[in-house]
């Protein structure tokens, strides 16, 4: 299969180091959070990064399912949240993906995002290997 798309990131020192991509338009510093037991701070870590990239595919894949049932989702938000927990003797992911479309019909919106969740890459990455919680929203969540 040909790759449509190929992303290169150079990570150097860790969490607590830096990344950079092959075309230079990422380029950031990395912090260990303080949950973790890490300095925090004005960093990223991958987490973020995880929760920045499946929200926005998931996004899209959303779309792609509104549109294919004509559904109005134009102002659609899907928030990540990534978390890490401890599974001895390493560390396991979880994420819960809120979805919020205004003015729509929840039931509606928990089809679509059933839909969204069955094409969308991150999701079919994740499947099988962390759990993944879908939740529909009444209202747009807060930062």
């Keep these: 299969m040909d790759a449509l798309y190929t992303a290169q990131v ?15 338009v990422l380029e950031l510093p ?3 959070p303080k949950g973790l037991g890490g ?7 991958p987490e973020q990064l995880f929760a920045a990239g499946y929200a926005a595919c998931f996004e899209g894949a959303l779309q792609l399912a509104a549109r294919k049932a004509g559904v109005e989702a134009k102002e659609a938000v899907v928030t990540a949240q990534v978390s890490i ?4 003797p390493s560390y396991k992911l979880g994420v819960k993906l809120q979805i919020y479309v205004p003015e729509a019909d929840l039931a509606q919106v928990r089809d679509l995002a059933q839909q969204a ?12 290997n962390i759990d993944v ?11």
């Design 39 to 45: 300095p925090g701070g004005e960093a990223t870590n």
């Design 30 to 32: 990395l912090a260990i």
């Design 117 to 128: 969740h069955q094409v969308c890459p991150y999701s079919k990455a994740t499947r099988g």
């Design 10 to 24: 150079r990570a150097k020192g860790g969490r607590g180091g830096k990344i950079s991509s092959s075309d230079g």
């Design 133 to 143: 919680e879908l939740e529909v929203l009444e209202a747009e969540p807060s930062r």
């Design 85 to 88: 927990f401890k599974d001895e």
